[in-house]
């Protein structure tokens, strides 16, 4: 964790992330950005997820719903993946330091888990069940997981906003750990 630490400090001392950082403009734009993409991808990903739970399009088969939406919902995941990007190597310190951040990351793993659990083992046999108006209990489960943690995801997300847990306040044992505080640069405040 220290290597990533110290990757972080090298990364925010950067010119071009002081730049954006500081700008008037560029941040709050690809913050906007951000937030856009993550409606366009979580959006789709929800309109996909009731249909999984048969609480929405019953009528239209799963591979037909998901092929034309599955364009929007990688389009909306690039928006999203390269603005946080940006937004991370604006402030990569605090960022890296947060307790939501972190969180968020070990959420977003879970959801990438999901995906793949979902796409080798529980779609394996889609056929049998493509149009049927309730899936299988483990579709269901995969797609309630799903909408759980890309609500989470967010929620945590914006999370990070806050400073209540920063390592520059004094902190309990447990965020001084999470948040890994005792790699934090004490020079910059």
């Known amino acids: 964790m220290q290597s990533i630490s110290h990757f972080t400090e090298w990364l925010g001392q950067t010119q071009w992330s002081i730049a954006l950082h500081e700008s008037m403009y560029a941040y709050t734009w690809i913050e906007t950005a951000h937030v856009i993409g993550i409606t366009w991808f979580v959006g789709t990903i929800m309109m996909v997820d009731l249909r999984l739970l048969g609480l929405a399009w019953q009528p239209v088969s799963i591979s037909q719903m998901s092929a034309r939406i599955l364009p ?59 149009n049927a108006p309730h899936p299988p209990l483990g579709v269901r489960v995969s797609a309630a997981i799903s909408l759980c943690v890309w609500l989470a995801v967010i929620v945590l997300g914006r999370m990070i906003a806050y400073n209540w847990f920063d390592c520059d306040k004094p902190q309990s044992s447990f965020i001084h750990f999470t948040a890994d505080c005792s790699t934090y640069p004490r020079d910059e405040f």
């Open 72 to 130: 929007w919902t990688v389009a909306g995941f690039v928006l999203m993946l390269v603005t946080g990007l940006l937004l991370f190597y604006a402030i990569p310190v605090r960022t890296w330091h947060s307790i939501w951040f972190r969180a968020k990351v070990v959420l977003l793993l879970l959801a990438a888990l999901n995906i793949w659990t979902f796409h080798y083992r529980v779609e394996r046999n889609r056929a049998t069940w493509d």
